[in-house]
C-alpha cells in the first residue's frame, strides 16, 4: 500500500469512525487475514445498484423501465465501477500478498471494481443510504461527461453482427467456456466465434456483460485488421 488511509478519506469526503471498517473494505482475500472485503462488497454491490435506481428514476421521469434498467445496466457494472475506483485512486490503498501485487492485481478491473463496492459498504454500515448517496452520485457526475441511454450503452454485439455479417455473411456466436465463484457473486467467461474460429474471451458478473465486452474486444481486432 503506497498512500496513508487518510489521504483515501479526504478524496471520498468521509472520515470513517472504526478505521477497522476500511481496512476490512481494502483488504482482499490474498493477503490471508481473518477477514476480508467480500462480504462488504456483496453489501455495497446492492447499495450501489438501489442508489443508481432512484437516481435514474428521479433524473429520467419520463423514461421506461426498459430504457432506465439499460442505462443503470451501464453504470452498476465492473467497468463502471473500475472507472470510479481509478478516479479515486483506489488500488494504490488495497492491502493485497504480494504475489497478487507483482501480479498486477492493483490495476486490475475486478479486483478494483469490488474493493470500490466494498468501500460504499462500508461507508452504508456506518453512516447510512443518505451519505452514501451523495458520495456516490457526487463521483458518478465527476466521471460521466452525461448520463444518457446514448453516451452510455452501446450495444457491441449488434454492432459486431453487422460487421460480421458485411463482412464473412456470418453471424457470431457466443459460448460460455467457464464460470467461477458463487451462486450470488457468480462470474461468467465468455468467448466469441466467427466462422468456427474464436476471436475474443471476456469475464463478466452476467453471460450479457460478458458477451458485450467479448463483443467488444472482436470489434477493435476486426477494425484493426481491415
Avoid at 423501465?65 to 439499460?70: A, D, I, N, Q, T
Avoid at 501485487?101 to 452504508?124: M, Q, T
Avoid at 460478458?210 to 463483443?215: F, I, L, N, V
Avoid at 467488444?216 to 481486432?221: Q, S, V
Amino acid at each position: 500500500m503506497d498512500r496513508e488511509l487518510s489521504d483515501l478519506e479526504e478524496t471520498l469526503g468521509y472520515k470513517f469512525k472504526d478505521e477497522k471498517l476500511l481496512i476490512e473494505a481494502l483488504t482482499h482475500k490474498s493477503y490471508k487475514q481473518p477477514y476480508d472485503n467480500e462480504r462488504l462488497e456483496f453489501l455495497g454491490d446492492a447499495v450501489l445498484d438501489l442508489i443508481v435506481g432512484e437516481y435514474l428514476y428521479m433524473k429520467f421521469s419520463k423514461s421506461n423501465e426498459g430504457k432506465l434498467s439499460k442505462i443503470r445496466a451501464s453504470l452498476v457494472n465492473e467497468d463502471g465501477f473500475h472507472k470510479l475506483a481509478r478516479s479515486i485512486n483506489l488500488g494504490d490503498y488495497i492491502f493485497l500478498s504480494n504475489a497478487e501485487e507483482n501480479n498486477g492485481g492493483r490495476e486490475k478491473a475486478s479486483l478494483l471494481s469490488n474493493a470500490f463496492e466494498a468501500v460504499i459498504g462500508a461507508i452504508y454500515l456506518e453512516s447510512g443510504l443518505k451519505t452514501i448517496n451523495d458520495i456516490a452520485i457526487r463521483l458518478i457526475e465527476k466521471n460521466h461527461e452525461e448520463i444518457s441511454l446514448d453516451s452510455l450503452f452501446r450495444d457491441f454485439k449488434t454492432t459486431l453482427q453487422e460487421l460480421t455479417q458485411a463482412r464473412f455473411g456470418v453471424t457470431p456466436e457466443y459460448k460460455v467456456v467457464a464460470s467461477r465463484g458463487p451462486d450470488h457473486k457468480k462470474e461468467f467467461e465468455v468467448a466469441v466465434l466467427i466462422e468456427n474460429q474464436e476471436y475474443a474471451r471476456a469475464m463478466g458478473k452476467s453471460k450479457k456483460i460478458a458477451q458485450q465486452d467479448a463483443a467488444k474486444i472482436a470489434i477493435e481486432l476486426l477494425t484493426k485488421e481491415s
